[in-house]
């Protein structure tokens, strides 16, 4: 991993992605339920707060992890949605030229609680 690391060739790949990005940033983070087991398959969402028009999405993979690359600067929000979870959203994001990283750290989401099942009697 060291010799990768110092490669020329991946130096330069970095250097070209940087470039590439432009004033544009990626939001990366990981859900998880209260164990801080991943959730896998979820959705993330993010929405413009101005108006809570839709502008990306990202499906969690194996490890919970996602990334959401080519955002413009900005406020946004995010929305988790998980099946039998409730749904979240996080608090507004702020996306600034200057920063192209932003990391949302582990986002829990709970478990629904059930709804109670009614049981009527069989009419005779």
């Known amino acids: 991993m060291k010799r990768l690391l110092h490669s020329p060739i991946y ?3 970095l250097l070209m992605l940087s470039f590439s990005l432009g004033g544009q940033s990626v939001i990366q983070g990981q859900l998880t339920n209260k164990l801080h087991q991943p959730l896998t398959q979820a959705s ?3 929405f413009q707060v101005q108006d809570s028009s839709f502008v990306s999405f990202a ?3 194996r490890d919970g992890s996602f ?3 080519k955002i413009k600067p900005g ?3 995010l929305q ?3 099946s039998g979870y409730t749904s979240s959203k996080s608090d507004p994001i702020r ?3 200057e920063r192209t990283l932003v990391p949302m750290g582990v986002k829990i989401l709970y478990r629904k609680k059930p709804k109670p099942v009614a049981v009527k009697p069989a009419r005779a």
Do not use: M
């Open 80 to 82: 988790f949605t998980a």
């Open 95 to 97: 996306i600034n030229p």
């Open 11 to 13: 130096l330069a790949f």
């Open 75 to 77: 406020l946004y929000y």
């Open 44 to 46: 993330v969402v993010l």
């Open 67 to 69: 990334s959401i690359p």
């Open 59 to 61: 499906v969690t993979r």
